[in-house]
């Protein structure tokens, strides 16, 4: 496969405006946390909890309503469902930034709108994942999925450095403000996209929790679906409790946040280096080779746990950023070829549900998990159980075995 091929998905009309407005909208979103953190951090007199209200109202509604955005993303058009989030998330954040750039900003006024911004992403996330296969061949799926996720790496290295700069220099507000900016024009890109009308003949009278069955029945039905959302119930609750809670924690204790900056900077260029070879290199068993990938976020928990110093952790952090981006693009190319279309959102919707339910626990549980027993045993025994739960999941056959679908000889979809 030449480069040419690699970049063949953005020569398709409809997918190269989709991913023009990811790319903006990715842009200000790897800026707003960081924005909105040191936002609510300066009118609260640095109250942790504050801040950790904050992010529950927006978490919070996102995985209420996740299934609800499945299936609307499955009745209307996708296209229309992300463009009209787009605008709502755009105008929500435009009015936090006005109220932080006034100074009249209240933290009761911040929750309500990031509980608004909550629920719109709750309706814009299954939609997001799911329209790719209508804009892009199934020969070029991989390379899509590639190029969607070499933004994702890409933003996640020049967003924070960009949103830090801003809030030096010009004040958190309008770090915000460019947020809002950059959804609405991803809202414009895609208001140029045009998909193909839909046949939901004989599904006009289906009721929302019919077709919420419907969704859990392929879920249910689905053995490998189920078993890896199930382990990453586990997983991300390790990750999100033991990497992102516990690791700060002790990188204060020990080399700093400079260094733990680095490290996190070098998970993200490790992502971003796969990105590029994955759009030249496939596999054949997505999930096998996802698995896999995913055991390399063991290491860094275990240096983590005993012995924290920068250069190992630096290294390892590299290392887990490529296997999490293998374990990206194949969980996409597994759910875009082997669920139905018409299925497809409610699936994405399933799966986020199961996947995020459980990461607010890790949050709760391992800070005073670690100051109970200490930081060291704790993350030893993260690394172990992280690394047998990847490793039980590919004891499924279903899993293991799953491979790609071989991709028919089709028109272009312009």
Known sequence: ?????????????????YYAGRLVSLAG??????????????????SASALGYVLAARTTPLVLFLLYGGVLADRLSRAVVIQASNVLAGLTQAVVAYLFISGTADLWMVIVLEAINGTVSAFA????????????????????NALLSFSRGGMSIIGPAVAALLVETAGAGWAIGIDA????????????????ARDRSGEATNGMLRELREGWAVFAG????????????????????AWLTLGPAVADGTFGAAGWGTILSAES????????????VGFRFPLRAGMLGMCCMSVPM??????PSVVPLTVAAFVSGAGLEVFSIGWSLAMQEHIAEEMLSRAYSYDAL???????????????LGQALGYRPVLIVSAVVFLGVCLLTLTSRAVRRLERVPAPIAEPVS
């Open 181 to 196: 900016a950059t959804w609405l024009m991803a809202a414009g890109c895609m208001s140029r996209v045009r998909l193909p």
């Open 269 to 280: 260029f490790g992502l971003l280096l796969m990105t590029i070879v994955m759009l030249r």
């Open 354 to 368: 199961g996947s995020f339910v459980a990461m607010p626990v890790g949050q709760v549980v391992y800070g005073p």
């Open 1 to 17: 496969m030449t480069w040419k091929d690699s970049f063949a998905p953005l020569r398709e009309r409809g997918f190269a405006w």
């Open 29 to 46: 979103s790897m800026m707003a946390p960081i924005a909105l953190a040191f936002a609510v951090l300066g009118i609260t007199d640095n």
């Open 302 to 307: 275990l240096i983590l746990g005993v012995h």
């Open 125 to 144: 996330f299954p939609a997001m994942n799911s329209i790719v296969p209508q804009l892009a061949p199934r020969t070029h799926l991989r390379q899509a």
């Open 222 to 241: 689905t053995t490998w679906l189920w078993v890896v959302v199930l382990a990453f119930g586990a997983l991300n609750a390790i990750l999100a409790g």
